[in-house]
Nanobody, 124 residues
Framework: QVQLVESGGGLVQPGGSLRLSCAAS????????IGWFRQAPGKEREGVSC????????YYGDSVKGRFSISRDNAKNTVYLQMDSLKPDDTAVYSC?????????????????WGQGTQVTVSS
């Protein structure tokens, strides 16, 4: 079955860290741009980060720059999102997506293939 599976979410205190994983099954991530997006209740979907398939070019949304870091391990068919200095505003469902086009990931358009998402809650 071709799918993306996110994991690593949970409850963390403000200032804490989490590492999310996006694992592919049924296909190889090598040739795809992988993006992380998030959506909080009552809010629009927000682009968090993207990583290219070739030269590892990265993109970060303004709200997470300097705090989040995206990486990929093609041998493990997995992309990671390291989230540090977490804030309550980071609370959301985080989902990953795969696309062949980096600019589509950055723009958040034309994204048709998603994982089921993982909940991140930042609260004391």
């Amino acid at each position: 079955q071709v799918q993306l599976v996110e994991s690593g979410g949970g409850l963390v205190q403000p200032g804490g860290s989490l590492r999310l994983s996006c694992a592919a099954s049924g296909f190889t991530l090598d040739y795809y741009v992988i993006g992380w997006f998030r959506q909080a209740p009552g809010k629009e979907r927000e682009g968090v980060s993207c990583i290219s398939s070739t030269d590892l070019t990265t993109y970060y949304g303004d709200s997470v720059k300097g705090r989040f870091s995206i990486s990929r391990d093609n041998a493990k068919n997995t992309v990671y999102l390291q989230m540090d200095s977490l804030k309550p505003d980071d609370t959301a469902v985080y989902s990953c997506t795969a696309t062949p086009i980096f600019k589509d990931c950055v723009a958040g358009v034309g994204l048709d293939f998603w994982g089921q998402g993982t909940q991140v809650t930042v609260s004391s």
